[in-house]
Each structure stands twice: as C-alpha cells, then as structure tokens.
C-alpha cells in the first residue's frame, strides 16, 4: 500500500491504486486524532463530498472513521462543491471539514481536502500536525469501526450555500441589463447552482454538462483554454448567450467565456473583478496573488493604491494572509479566488456572480473590459505547458534554470531570477518564464507571461527544448 503524503491542498492518489476505502480511513482518523487534540471536538466536523469515481463511499468510510473517534459528524447529503463545505463549517463553528474530492484532476484520480474552522484551506502548521497524527497512525494501525448506529447525521449543504451567495451581487443591475448567461460546471459537483441563482432572481441561465459523468466526458475537469472548454466553445457559438462561466470538478476554480467562443483565463477573471471591485465599487482592501499570476494584477493593485502580496503557489498560503492582513481579494493562477465579504476560500459560483455583476455596471461584454485594461496597462499574454518527465528530470530542470545555465530564452536574455516557488527568469520588458514541479501530480509546469500571444508561444516552445533536452 503506497504512503499518504500530503502536497499544496491535501492529498490526491488514483483510485483503486493508492487512493483507496483503507487508506480515506487512515487520512480520516489522522484528521480527526488531530481534532481531539488541537482544536473543539465537541463542536463537530462537516463531510462532503464531488462527483467523482465512488466519492459517496469515500465520504462515507471517512465520516464514520470520525465518527468512531467519538466526534460528531455530518455528512452532506448530495454532492456539493468544496466552498460549501467551507462555508457550513464556519457557518456552524464545526472543528473542521473534510472533502472528498481531486479537484481538477483526471477522472483516475480522487483525494481528500482538509478544511479549517475559519472556513478554508487547512494552514501549513495544521497540515503539519496532521502528518504527525498519521505517522502515528501508521504506527498504530486503524481500529475496526464500532457499531454506531446513528453517528453519522445528514447534512443539507446547498440551501444555506445558495442562501449566502444570493445576497453578494447587485441582482437589480444585473436583471434590468437583460443579460443571458450559460453555465458549465464540467460535470463536477457545482452543477446547478448558478441556473438555480440567476433563476430565482429573473435572470436567464442556461446550463450545459451538468450531468454527473465520473469520467467527465474524457476531459479534465479544469477550466483552462484548450480541449477542456471546446464542449462550453461550441455551445456559445449560436449567439444566444452574452457570456458562460465554468466551474472545475469541486466548484472552487473558475474560467469564463465571451460570445463566439473566446476564453477568459484566470488571470483575466481576476484582472477584471479586481478593477471593479477596487475601482468601481471601491472596496477597501489589499490583494494577495500566487507566484504564477500575471503581473497585470500588479499594475491594476498600483493604480488603486493596494499593497500587493505575493506568495508560493496554493491557496493555503493566500488563505493564510486573508486571516492576517485587511485583504480585498485573493488568487491563483489556476483559477481560485476568493474575497474578504465571502471567505478566505476560493469559489467559483461566487467569481461568476462577480462577473455578471461587472458586465451589468459597465455594460459590456467581458472581451471589452479585457481591451480596455490592456489599453490603460498593456497586453499581457500567459500560457502554461505541463511536462511529464522522466526521473530526476524535474529537479535538473530547476537545477538548471536557477543557473547560469539559462542565459537566454529564444532570442531574449536573462535580466533576473525569482525563487519564491519554482524559478522564475526575467527577459526584459518582454515578460517572464517560470519552471515549478507540481505540488499535486508527478510533472514539471512551465508557465510564461510576455506582451504578445505569438512571443509567449516562442517562450513556452523554447523553455520546453530545454528541458526536453536535460
């Protein structure tokens, strides 16, 4: 049986491999020895639960793993998004919340998110502690489960989720502009919850892959531009919608697009709501952002005079400054946002309620708001390739790009390096190019930002070569 470990937000395996009903027990009573000993055991923890490959019985087998500890439960009803699970713990003041669930990943692949009573990611200190509870669980074994008849109490998650989220937008503005919207939740557990949103406040939404399919339909379940979004780009070609929003597998990442097909990234959903939210509606606060996200957001914090923050990649680390500093907003570059009148947490129903909201005050369509910020701060062009790599691959192509070894990209050199997670290269005025092995999957990220689409290709191909080449 392989080792638990634990990498930027709990722990992920593929099913039936590593990630399996004995192993969910070991993660399950590490989490809840560390329950008993840190925080209010009393008060409870929530479970939930995606659309994945056998999340139910995973859900299960953890909650009555807690349960056995001899700490209340409650284990939601239906599947729901991570964020609601979030929101209920802080809500109800539980100790915790875990949530069963590998995010974006491919369909193979299922895990376990541990969630704070503040509402969010667990800190790296709680991660730690936990790891130290399962040293001892794997020291001491798993106990066979008692018989407890009735330990484990059903949860209704969504009625109170889609209760707090309603009151977070102008939905007056938004009515009278007559927009219509699609909603592509990609399969995952956020299916539903905007149609019922705009719905119940007179709004048309409409809704595509919204059935549960374990398998996601043979796409990953991550809103990024590519093969994932082309079922969501040939919906939005017949003209009928002003714009789609998408949800990843959990509901806490999020995409968007424009009529005709065009893919809003996460750096520019983030651009976007900043501008508003700072600007328009001048709500006070900082910004924090992971080491990947565009230097865009950067320009837009200084024109609004908000400090910004920088951290390494996973939201933990945002979450972890959202509870220190007087934060606006927080986000990461695959798709995670989240905001101080909400919760330290990312979700992706909350971000496309956002935008509704800015295409309704501004009256435009999202691609608009896109050229007017790149005529006040520049064009700014991102991409990301992920390598699979052979052995140590990995660690020499960092090895190599913290070198000397790396004195130009294409035709543009070196002018400086960032080492904050992964290594970041600086090639002038043109942008930048960062190698990062994944906290998650076994892979080699390469990600680059340049002032034109073309030159990011450049960059990206380039970077690859190199790496290809150790």
Not at 8 to 33: C, H, I, P, S
Not at 85 to 91: D, Y
Not at 239 to 247: E, K, M, P, S, W
Request: with cysteine; net charge neutral.
């Amino acid at each position: 049986m392989k080792r638990i470990y634990f990498g930027t937000d709990g722990w992920r395996g593929v099913v039936a491999e590593d990630f399996t009903v004995e192993n969910v027990r070991r993660a399950a009573l590490a989490f809840a020895r560390y329950v008993a000993r840190a925080e209010r055991p009393d008060a409870g923890v929530l479970v939930g639960y995606d659309n994945r490959f056998g999340s139910e019985r995973f859900a299960q087998a953890a909650a009555e793993t807690v349960a056995a500890a001899g700490i209340p439960v409650w284990l939601a009803d239906a599947a729901c998004p991570t964020p609601a699970i979030s929101l209920l713990v802080r809500q109800r003041g539980a100790a915790g919340g875990l949530m069963i669930t590998a995010s974006h990943n491919p369909y193979r692949w299922n895990g376990v998110k541990f969630k704070a009573s503040y509402g969010s990611s667990a800190s790296p200190a709680m991660v730690a502690l936990i790891e130290q509870e399962l040293d001892r669980v794997y020291a001491d074994g798993t106990a066979p489960l008692p018989a407890r008849g009735g330990a484990v109490r059903p949860l209704d998650v969504r009625t109170p989720y889609l209760d707090t989220l309603e009151k977070l937008v102008d939905w007056d503005r938004i009515r009278k502009s007559g927009l219509r919207f699609l909603s592509d939740p990609m399969h995952g557990s956020a299916a539903g919850l905007l149609p019922a949103l705009f719905q119940r406040n007179g709004v048309s939404c409409d809704e595509i892959r919204g059935r549960r399919d374990p398998m996601f339909g043979g796409r990953n379940p991550e809103p990024i531009e590519g093969p994932n979004v082309e079922p969501l780009r040939h919906a939005m070609h017949d003209g009928r919608f002003d714009a789609a929003f998408l949800a990843d597998g959990d509901g806490d990442r999020s995409g968007a697009m424009d009529p005709g097909g065009r893919f809003i990234n996460a750096h520019q959903c983030f651009s976007i709501l900043l501008w508003h939210l700072a600007g328009t509606r001048k709500l006070p606060g900082d910004v924090a952002k992971t080491f990947s996200v565009t230097k865009l957001v950067d320009k837009i914090a200084r024109k609004f005079n908000r400090r910004l923050f920088e951290t390494p990649i996973g939201f933990k680390y945002i979450c972890s400054l959202m509870l220190e500093q007087d934060l606006l907003m927080g986000g990461e570059e695959s798709g995670g946002i989240g905001f101080r009148f909400h919760l330290p947490e990312r979700d992706a129903t909350v971000c496309a309620l956002l935008m509704a909201e800015v295409m309704a005050w501004h009256g435009k369509q999202l691609g608009e708001i896109i050229t007017m910020l790149e005529e006040e701060f520049g064009e700014h062009h991102y991409g990301r390739i992920d390598l699979e790599l052979k052995p140590g691959q990995k660690e020499k192509a960092i090895e190599l790009f913290a070198s000397d070894g790396v004195a130009e990209i294409f035709d543009w050199p070196v002018t400086g390096r960032e080492d904050l997670d992964g290594i970041k290269v600086y090639l002038g005025d043109i942008g930048w190019v960062m190698v990062r092995a994944s906290g998650t999957e076994p892979m080699l990220r390469v990600y680059a930002e340049t002032n034109a689409a073309e030159t990011t290709r450049r960059v990206l191909d380039a970077a690859v070569v190199k790496v290809r080449a150790l």
